[in-house]
């Protein structure tokens, strides 16, 4: 057994790991592949499948372990998303007959790979355009017998034409797809002129699975600029006599989930509107059927199936993209500044390769121009050389050329040696010198190579451009449905919040007789709220934020479930849960106790909006360290405990209410020989003989505690 520290074993084992994962494996590039998918491409482009006939998808698939050694199944797997078929991409790659599932089902299994056939669609010229003139790096591949692209050098901006999703090591990425027209116009118009909007020309993501887009200006600003952000995405349906039709679904879930879900909310009495729901993809029709009650309220039913089941959803945005080997969160316009940095690159080394052939090829006519000058002397030497290996010394020496010149003489055929061959060679010079002076302009000339990468686009968006399949929606122009029009069924809950971070709804009936709710171990509960299905639910953190949840969009738990994982389900990071709360009504008052002796009393309703915001930043102030907090309707009195074992109580009347959430609250307990709050309770909850000992109705420093009362 070898001994190493962990510091020792994170450095040298763990953190190399988490890198090869990051940068070659889990994120894309500026060509907008991972690695994988980028291998079994050129794979395919080296078998010929770009023009050829289909092939059997076994057969790419093995060839493509030669470069990615990481399982037939993974790799097809990966081919499979690439596929036609398969509809996971705005711009599929790979044209393929057979079964290969569907991206918006859960459950549809594509056939093994022996049934399959694909080869590469007509688009991916345009991620080979010109590699075998040395546009891209080419590096050893895992065993060092075969060279594979570092990255294709594709002719438009990949990266941001199809959905892209990676999980490394402590990052992941997310990005969503633009339409190509509307990408290639942006990028286009950018090159022109790089101070332009880019929601001028990029309208909203369009996904494979079309559906609706909420759009939100000032979010797609930010998502634009920063690279990160959400935004909603809804289905496209319609309406028959007694069903509704759902014809297109949100990119981020699967038609067994949406039905999963709805029957669920069926079962539990929230849609009692629902008769039958059945998935009906097939070969002439696709979507799926809700089929309702007689004089059903059908778009009131579809705001209820908006709000509780996933079709509609939220689409996060995470734009963490591999550029120079280092992982970089950016925004459209740094995207595709970075991706016209390496097109230009692609490009410069294209016409450097053209460049060199033509030089190579202008010096070895150069060389055979003095020879044809006098052919009979080079006819003669090549005669009277008595060896083979003496005539190309010989003609370097008769006519002043080098090795490589005199090689090239030698080679001619005799046939050749006639008027017409010489005067085409000769006029090839001129030809040459023409175009090695422009290969050489073009080489160092910004607008030239502008030009060409312009040419190449608006190329790609006359041959390959198509109509957005995602439509949007404005969030003024949705139907304007209050949320009390909804009918949710209201009934009593139980909500249980645990040290761990657990929370579990739990119905009031289910409790009768129940004392046992099942926890983790080392778990407890800390907050017990009595509470209705249609309550919001507050939980404040400790950075001062207070995230919102409504009850009804919780599942009930039974006493024997875990519940919800708070941390997971708010996407808390680095942050602990202080309070949780319930309110229907928002008509009680936050009470909040400070270490420094200041209570604060706050109206509820500062926490309420008018739209449905998961998260308030500023809930309370930073500028003390709360000890206590407590949700109440009528004024109560507290007990206040110093860390001298001074006691107070007073009533949260005397506490003026305020509606700013950062107030600093009211002066209660003075401070003595630097005393602080170590504790706040309800009277209720202690156990004192003469409260009126203690009571005050001003700041006070109170009074030592008495021996036979009791606090905790």
């Not at 633009?178 to 090159?191: K, P, Q, V, W």
Request: charged share 30%.
């Amino acid at each position: 057994m070898i001994k190493k520290s962990v510091v020792e074993s994170l450095k040298n084992n763990y953190m190399p790991y988490s890198a090869h994962v990051i940068l070659h494996r889990a994120l894309p590039e500026l060509d907008g592949f991972k690695p994988s998918q980028r291998r079994l491409l050129y794979t395919m482009y080296k078998m010929g499948l770009l023009k050829g006939n289909r092939t059997k998808s076994a057969n790419v698939v093995g060839q493509g372990l030669k470069l990615n050694p990481h399982g037939d199944q993974s790799l097809y797997e990966t081919a499979i998303r690439l596929t036609k078929d398969h509809e996971a991409l705005l711009i599929p790659y790979i044209d393929s007959k057979g079964n290969f599932g569907k991206y918006y089902s859960r459950d549809m299994q594509y056939a093994a790979m022996r049934y399959t056939e694909m080869r590469l669609e007509k688009i991916t010229q345009e991620l080979f355009k010109d590699i075998e003139k040395d546009t891209v790096d080419m590096i050893d591949n895992y065993d060092n017998t075969m060279k594979e692209p570092r990255l294709l050098p594709v002719t438009f901006p990949t990266i941001l034409a199809n959905p892209t999703q990676g999980t490394a090591v402590g990052m992941a990425s997310n990005i969503c797809s633009f339409n190509l027209n509307e990408l290639i116009d942006f990028t286009i118009n950018y090159i022109k002129n790089t101070s332009i909007k880019v929601s001028d020309y990029i309208k909203a993501p369009d996904f494979p699975t079309g559906g609706v887009i909420v759009y939100d200006e000032k979010e797609f600003e930010k998502i634009y600029e920063t690279g990160k952000g959400s935004f909603k995405i809804r289905a496209k349906y319609e309406f028959t006599d007694n069903a509704i039709i759902i014809k297109e679904i949100p990119y981020t879930t699967k038609i067994e989930v949406v039905i999963d879900r709805i029957v669920d909310l069926v079962k539990e009495g929230k849609l009692k509107e629902i008769v039958d729901v059945n998935d009906i993809y097939g070969v002439n029709s696709s979507g799926i059927e809700i089929t309702v009650k007689n004089n059903t309220n059908k778009e009131l039913l579809m705001q209820k199936l908006f709000k509780l089941t996933p079709l509609e959803d939220t689409f996060s945005c995470n734009f963490n993209v591999i550029v120079d080997g280092r992982p970089k969160v950016l925004g459209v316009k740094e995207i595709i500044r970075e991706w016209l940095k390496f097109r230009a690159k692609c490009i410069k080394r294209g016409i450097q390769y053209d460049l060199d052939k033509k030089k190579n090829k202008r010096h070895l006519l150069s060389g055979l121009k003095q020879v044809l000058l006098d052919i009979d002397k080079a006819i003669q030497i090549i005669r009277e050389t008595k060896s083979d290996d003496e005539v190309i010394a010989n003609l370097m020496q008769s006519f002043n050329i080098d090795q490589t010149q005199a090689e090239y003489v030698a080679e001619i055929k005799l046939r050749h040696l006639n008027k017409e061959y010489i005067i085409q060679r000769i006029n090839e010079i001129e030809q040459l010198d023409k175009d090695i002076e422009y290969l050489q302009f073009a080489l160092n000339d910004k607008i030239t190579i502008a030009k060409i990468i312009i040419d190449q686009l608006e190329y790609v968006k006359k041959t390959y451009g198509q109509p957005r399949r995602t439509e949007i929606i404005y969030a003024d122009e949705l139907p304007s449905i209050d949320e009390k029009e909804i009918e949710i069924e209201n009934y009593n809950v139980r909500l249980f919040v645990t040290k761990q971070g657990y929370l579990k709804k739990i119905p009031s009936v289910s409790l009768r007789g129940t004392s046992n709710i099942k926890l983790k171990d080392g778990d407890e509960i800390t907050y017990e709220i009595d509470a209705t299905n249609k309550s919001d639910i507050l939980i404040f953190t400790d950075k001062q934020n207070c995230y919102k949840l409504k009850a009804y969009e919780i599942d009930g738990h039974k006493p024997s479930v875990l519940g919800e994982y708070l941390p997971s389900t708010l996407g808390l990071k680095e942050e602990n849960i202080v309070y949780a709360t319930a309110t229907e009504g928002y008509d009680e008052y936050l009470i909040i106790g400070f270490e420094n002796g200041k209570v604060a009393k706050i109206d509820l309703k500062a926490y309420e909006t008018k739209t449905n915001r998961s998260m308030l930043k500023n809930a309370y102030t930073d500028q003390e360290k709360p000890i206590y907090f407590d949700t109440i309707k009528n004024d109560i009195d507290l007990v206040v405990v110093s860390t001298i074992n001074k006691v107070l109580v007073f009533n949260t009347s005397m506490i003026n209410v305020k509606s700013s959430k950062t107030t600093i609250g009211v002066q209660v307990m003075k401070s003595k020989n630097d005393s602080k709050v170590k504790i706040i309770k309800r009277l209720d909850d202690v156990q004192l003989q003469d409260v009126d000992y203690y009571r005050t109705s001003n700041a006070a420093v109170g009074k030592y505690l008495r021996k036979e009362d009791i606090i905790e």
